[in-house]
T-cell receptor, first 113, second 114 residues
Framework: AQSVTQLDSHVSVSEGTPVLLRCNYSSSYSPSLFWYVQHPNKGLQLLLKYTSAATLVKGINGFEAEFKKSETSFHLTKPSAHMSDAAEYFC???????????FGKGTMLLVSP | DAGVIQSPRHEVTEMGQEVTLRCKPI?????LFWYRQTMMRGLELLIYFNNNVPIDDSGMPEDRFSAKMPNASFSTLKIQPSEPRDSAVYFC????????????FGPGTRLTVL
């Protein structure tokens, strides 16, 4: 079975400091991996997607994620947090042979002034 | 592109009433998904259509829930009769090439069953 674990339910940072949101997945195959963001009372929006090309994936709004097969991780980072980054972030995995995506439980990012 | 369109955005109803949620996917997308999001259970896939045909409905909670996709540009999710535990945000999403491709989400319908 495919699964994804977001290691933190909440992450708090100050504006201008780095962001790290952690995600681990379980897989016997090469996965496709996604990060989605959900702002309050909004639908989910794709941040970035990994599909076995470059291991470092750049997304929108300055976010990026690195695929590390040896660690089965796909952590999301941003060098400098902005107040508008406050939202919930979902790590999502898709495996060959499975017909659906598997969503993590989400990490709420709080950004203080 | 207008994106995925859902209606209504908010629905408040009383227990036992029928509720119909509507979705218009992005034009040209072949796959459509219905999700439910609650604080307790997170985001759950209810049903997935490909080329208007239901492919995976294993997430549909029970017989009170039904979904249809009569054509490529319209889908409905119906709950009859509704119960308070159905209160949630229901999202529709679409993609070009199936469940493992990038999915584009609508703004959601917030359902409250009293």
């Amino acid at each position: 079975a495919q699964s994804v674990t977001q290691l933190d339910s909440h992450v708090s940072v100050s504006e201008g400091t780095p962001v790290l949101l952690r995600c681990n997945y379980s897989s016997s195959y090469s996965p496709s991996l996604f990060w989605y963001v959900q702002h309050p009372n909004k639908g989910l929006q794709l941040l970035l997607k990994y599909t076995s090309a470059a291991t470092l994936v750049k997304g929108i709004n300055g976010f990026e994620a690195e695929f590390k097969k040896s660690e089965t991780s796909f952590h999301l980072t941003k060098p400098s947090a902005h107040m508008s980054d406050a939202a919930e972030y979902f790590c999502v995995v898709s495996l060959s042979g499975y017909s659906t995506l598997t969503f993590g439980k989400g990490t709420m990012l709080l950004v203080s002034p | 592109d207008a994106g995925v369109i859902q209606s209504p955005r908010h629905e408040v109803t009383e227990m036992g009433q029928e509720v119909t949620l509507r979705c218009k996917p992005i034009s040209g997308h072949n796959s459509l998904f219905w999700y439910r999001q609650t604080m307790m259970r997170g985001l759950e896939l209810l049903i997935y259509f490909n080329n208007n045909v239901p492919i995976d409905d294993s997430g549909m909670p029970e017989d009170r829930f039904s979904a249809k996709m009569p054509n490529a540009s319209f889908s409905t999710l119906k709950i009859q009769p509704s119960e308070p535990r159905d209160s949630a945000v229901y999202f529709c999403a679409s993609s070009t090439r199936g469940a493992t491709d990038t999915q584009y989400f609508g703004p959601g319908t917030r359902l409250t069953v009293l």
